[in-house]
T-cell receptor, first 114, second 113 residues
Framework: DQQVKQNSPSLSVQEGRISILNCDYT??????FLWYKKYPAEGPTFLIS?????DKNEDGRFTVFLNKSAKHLSLHIVPSQPGDSAVYFC?????????????FGKGTRLSVIA | DGGITQSPKYLFRKEGQNVTLSCEQN?????MYWYRQDPGQGLRLIYY???????QKGDIAEGYSVSREKKESFPLTVTSAQKNPTAFYLC????????????FGPGTRLTVT
């Protein structure tokens, strides 16, 4: 059973517009969420994170929103740039600490069209 | 330069052969992880180690083995028992087991024919 789900395998957005990537989770014990960005044939790089005690975290063009009651988080990128084209993974950790390995979703491939 | 290195970038093996993938980090991180990426499958955890001389199975450990004799090294052996070994393998680490953010290496693409 998938505990972290990214239901959209791909997303295309025009340059300059907003990209919204979604992630759902099933385990209510998750208390920390992260987004990673991955280019082909490279390792993922950390993008932004959010603790379950917050509902929003912002870093430049990237904002993550968390809706605990819906067990849903989203990553907003605005404005989108061609260099943002990559696969984005949502990850979750929990049970009160980071001792458990991250659980990853299957990823969403974002294509930003110039 | 501090970081995680995985070598080689591309690896080719014949079916039936064991192969060991290297992962080294000079970040003084306690915890290390091995993931496998397949198209449409995301990142699946193979093995992880939170301290030296200790490791645990992840979700898809069958056909793999690891060792953690040194803090900076966490090699992964893909054995002939692994039914579908062709994949992109990623090593990761984090400073302490209780930290959240993991840092990834560049990956090794293994092709078995």
């Amino acid at each position: 059973d998938q505990q972290v789900k990214q239901n959209s395998p791909s997303l295309s957005v025009q340059e300059g517009r907003i990209s919204i990537l979604n992630c759902d989770y099933t385990n209510s014990m998750f208390d920390y969420f992260l987004w990673y960005k991955k280019y082909p044939a490279e390792g993922p790089t950390f993008l932004i994170s959010i603790s379950s005690i917050k509902d929003k975290n912002e870093d430049g063009r990237f904002t993550v929103f968390l809706n605990k009651s819906a067990k849903h988080l989203s990553l907003h990128i605005v404005p989108s740039q061609p260099g943002d084209s990559a696969v984005y993974f949502c990850a979750a950790s929990g049970v009160g600490s980071g001792n458990t390995p991250l659980v990853f979703g299957k990823g969403t491939r974002l294509s930003v069209i110039a | 330069d501090g970081g995680i290195t995985q070598s080689p970038k591309y690896l080719f093996r014949k079916e039936g052969q064991n192969v060991t993938l290297s992962c080294e980090q000079n970040l003084n991180h306690d915890a290390m992880y091995w993931y496998r990426q397949d198209p449409g499958q995301g990142l699946r955890l193979i093995y992880y180690s939170q301290i030296v001389n200790d490791f645990q199975k992840g979700d898809i450990a069958e056909g793999y083995s690891v060792s953690r004799e040194k803090k900076e090294s966490f090699p992964l052996t893909v054995t002939s028992a692994q039914k579908n070994p062709t994949a992109f393998y990623l090593c990761a680490s984090k400073p302490r087991a209780r930290d959240y953010e993991q840092y990834f290496g560049p990956g090794t693409r293994l092709t078995v024919t």
